[in-house]
């Protein structure tokens, strides 16, 4: 008997395919000074050496990350309104991890797990190198905190990943810490003692970045002129200004910037330095934080409204049409009216063309906050804060006055904020400039000659003349 065989119809049979794992997310965001966004990129860096990768929501992300700002009581709040965001996103995503990092892990420590019951990961400045194993932690359900401070981190082998840069101009992070004590300040107890990078791992981070197509770096520290590094090879010690002229030196066509310096430590040589370089930016961010000498002296900023008035002065000796920007403080503990219309005649003498101006916020721990009263009326902080402002606006109004149908370099970074048929960019003095494209053939990282022609108090409009 004919045995009926069923040959099965061919059929195709998908090859095995192995699904690929998904790569772990992260969000992150950041607050406060530049010196925190440079952070921000270290921290980047390391976790995609873990092979996280980061994403723009922080919805669907695995970890989400807070880099945080302590410096005013505001900064703190703005956090914390975030953080209760986070805690919505993680109450329908259970497995998502909150870590919050920086100047507020630092100084509240544990005590964030307990205000802030669903954070799960707190990371001090100094701790980001154990930021995986602190991960792997916090995944099996325990909550993970370094806030150790160190002597030595510099993180300076660690090549930063650019968060939304423009490509054109990078923050280099020269030095962590500070040492100065200024009374109202949180700084030196959260980002500990001070200390300076590798310059040779300073200068060729800015080197590659310069290959990379970036046209400026600003170096930065909380107190940029006391930068110090002992060079054993060379056994030499590479100061400030030998730095700058290190970077300077990389190529002409890459400007370099630096931020903050202090009254009290900005050398001439440090200025002669910036005049012999036409890539130095002839652009000075000063603090003055007051104009009377007896609350300089209660806020230990260790100089007198005479000593800065002469720094001032020296600088627009040695470097004539410098750029000069301040930071000011109004309503600090005791402050009277006198001493505040002597804040508001200093800088009508320093004729500022940018001030960031802030009242005073008590900060728990400091100096201040241990020995003076706060006790200037908040009503009164704030009108102070107000005429401060105001003086600001006029003085910055006349500074760009003053340079209509003048022609400046500008270092293109990108399309003007309200259209894209403008350039945005900036002069050696940071004055920030924009200027319709015109058909031209500049592009963005180039240079080009801009004449200004019309004013508002923050921007120059011009015209591009080559
Ligand atoms: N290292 C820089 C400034 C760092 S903090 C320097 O020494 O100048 C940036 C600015 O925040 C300060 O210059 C100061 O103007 C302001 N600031 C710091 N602590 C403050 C406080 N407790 N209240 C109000 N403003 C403060
Ligand atoms: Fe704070 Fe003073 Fe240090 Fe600046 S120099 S970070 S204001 S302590
Ligand atoms: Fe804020 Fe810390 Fe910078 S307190 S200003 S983020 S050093």
């Known amino acids: 008997m004919p045995v009926s065989v069923s040959i099965p119809e061919p059929v195709n049979i998908p090859e095995p395919v192995s699904i690929p794992e998904r790569k772990k997310t992260f969000y992150m965001e950041s607050y406060g000074c530049a010196m925190n966004f440079a952070d921000s990129e270290i921290v980047a860096s390391i976790l995609q ?23 005013r009581e505001k900064a703190e709040q703005t956090v914390r309104q975030r953080l209760s965001l986070f805690r919505l996103a993680k109450k329908k995503r259970p497995g998502m991890l909150i870590g919050v990092l920086g100047c507020m892990a ?23 190198r154990s930021l995986p194993g602190l ?11 370094n806030v150790l401070l160190s002597r030595e981190e510099t993180y300076a082998d660690i090549s930063p990943v650019r968060l939304d840069g423009n490509g054109v101009t990078a923050f280099v992070s ?28 300073i200068v060729r981070e800015c080197s590659d970045l310069f290959r990379s197509g970036y046209r400026e770096v600003t170096l930065l520290g909380q107190n940029v002129d006391s930068y110090y590094w002992m060079d054993e090879k060379a056994d030499k010690a590479v100061n400030f200004a030998n730095l700058l002229e290190q970077v300077a030196l990389i190529d002409p066509m890459l400007r370099v910037r630096f931020s903050t310096s202090h009254p009290k430590d900005i050398t001439d040589e440090v200025l002669y330095t910036i005049a012999r370089h036409e890539n130095i930016c002839k652009y000075i961010h000063l603090p003055v934080q007051s104009g009377s000498s007896r609350i300089l002296q209660l806020m230990n900023r260790t100089y007198t409204r005479e000593w800065y008035l002469a ?58 906050a241990r020995r003076y009263p706060d006790d200037v009326p908040e009503d009164v902080k704030k009108r102070r804060l107000e005429e401060i402002v105001r003086l600001q606006n006029r003085l910055s109004r006349e500074s760009n006055q003053r340079d209509l149908g003048k022609t400046f370099r500008v270092l293109i970074e990108g399309d003007s904020k309200k259209s894209a048929a403008d350039w945005m960019g900036r002069s050696s003095q940071n004055k920030v400039m924009v200027f319709p494209k015109d058909g031209s053939a500049a592009k963005k990282g180039d240079y080009v000659w801009v004449r200004a022609e019309e004013c508002t108090t923050a921007t120059l409009i011009g015209r591009i003349v080559g």
């Open 49 to 71: 050496e873990e092979g996280l990768v980061a994403t723009r929501s922080y919805e669907d992300a695995d970890l989400v990350l807070v880099n945080t700002c302590s410096i």
């Open 174 to 201: 020269i030095m962590r810490g500070c040492n100065n004590m200024c009374s109202f300040c949180v700084v030196p107890f959260t980002r500990g003692r001070e200390r300076s990078r590798d310059a040779a791992s």
């Open 135 to 145: 991960i792997e932690e916090a995944e099996t359900g325990q909550k993970a905190v």
């Open 311 to 368: 720094r001032v002065a020296r600088i627009m000796d040695i470097l004539p049409g410098c750029g000069l920007s301040a930071d000011v403080i109004a309503g600090f503990c005791s402050e009277t009216e006198e001493e505040h219309l002597e804040t508001l005649s200093l800088m009508e003498i320093a004729r500022y063309d940018m001030s960031y101006m802030f009242f005073y916020s008590e900060r728990p721990g400091t100096l201040a």
């Open 106 to 128: 630092e100084r509240l420590k544990e005590r964030l797990l307990e205000e802030e019951k669903l954070v799960d990961i707190v990371v001090g400045p100094d701790a980001y």
